[in-house]
């Protein structure tokens, strides 16, 4: 447990860090900074492979760190519609924890929802209102 709360705690900080403007701001002086040392290295293949391997490297850590990132934002998000669906009165609990259902629970559950909207936006047509609570 340790390791992984080392980690979420790490993943935290970078992504902070790395969403500032300050950050975006040292990438490009880095950037700029490659450019302008290539003529005095001759454009060389070590000059380069430098520029290519930091960015390949910076780019496979962050893609872990952004997954990190959103995995987390989404399940925050999760629980939060979760404790709205709970205390809403007359809301359906069966929608609690929704995500984790398989495909086919999950497109049923769409299915009802789509005849739903279906339903009211043909009542509309008809002069009716859309906003009552129908059963799922």
Not at 94 to 123: Q, V
Request: glycine share 6%; net charge negative; hydrophobic share 45%.
């Amino acid at each position: 447990m340790a390791t992984s709360n080392w980690y979420s705690n790490a993943a935290k900080a970078a992504s902070r860090y790395a969403g500032r403007p300050s950050t975006f701001s040292l990438a490009v002086l880095v950037i700029i900074i490659w450019v302008v040392t290539g003529p005095l290295f001759g454009f060389s293949d070590t000059w380069q492979l430098v520029i290519n391997t930091g960015t390949t490297i910076i780019t496979f850590l962050m893609v872990f760190l952004i997954q990190n990132s959103q995995n987390r934002d989404t399940e925050a998000i999760q629980i939060k519609l979760d404790e709205l669906i709970r205390a809403t009165q007359g809301a359906h609990n069966a929608l609690l924890d929704l995500e984790e259902l398989n495909e086919e629970s999950l497109d049923a559950f769409k299915d009802r929802y789509c005849t739903l909207a279906a339903t009211a936006r043909e009542g509309l047509l008809d002069g009716l209102k859309d906003t009552d609570t129908p059963e799922a």
